[in-house]
Nanobody, 126 residues
Framework: VQLQASGGGLVQAGGSVRLSCTHS????????MGWFRQAPGQERDIVAA????????YYADSVKGRFTISRDVARNTVNLQMNGLKPDDTAVYYC????????????????????WGQGTLVTVSS
């Protein structure tokens, strides 16, 4: 099982970056896909998540109004469009999957997510 992420890099404050992540196995309808991030010396925190069936979304307060998560069912891919980037957004971003067996509420806990991508670095310069 693999999550292959792309995107990231160096961007100036106020700029935009788009991350994409493709799952190597078919994503089931009750699963959630999402993104966590980890800044140096800090814990991994959830950024956004999306239900595969309906496309319902969840965002951390710190990114609401700036980031947009979306899914492409045909391509087994989840995207994270990040606009209005701030230096505080600098982190390694991880694509994740929560393999829920039934419809479940969103979780912000890392231990609830089963699959993790390799991480992609986003650096926002001031």
């Amino acid at each position: 099982v693999q999550l292959q992420a792309s995107g990231g890099g160096l961007v100036q404050a106020g700029g935009s970056v788009r991350l994409s992540c493709t799952h190597s196995v078919p994503i089931l309808s009750n699963w959630h896909m999402g993104w966590f991030r980890q800044a140096p010396g800090q814990e991994r925190d959830i950024v956004a998540a999306i239900t595969w069936r309906e496309g319902k979304t969840y965002y951390a307060d710190s990114v609401k109004g700036r980031f947009t998560i979306s899914r492409d069912v045909a391509r087994n891919t989840v995207n994270l469009q990040m606009n209005g980037l701030k230096p505080d957004d600098t982190a390694v971003y991880y694509c994740v999957t929560r393999r829920s067996r039934v419809r479940s509420p969103f979780s912000s806990f890392a231990y609830d997510y089963n699959d993790w991508g390799q991480g992609t670095l986003v650096t926002v310069s001031s």
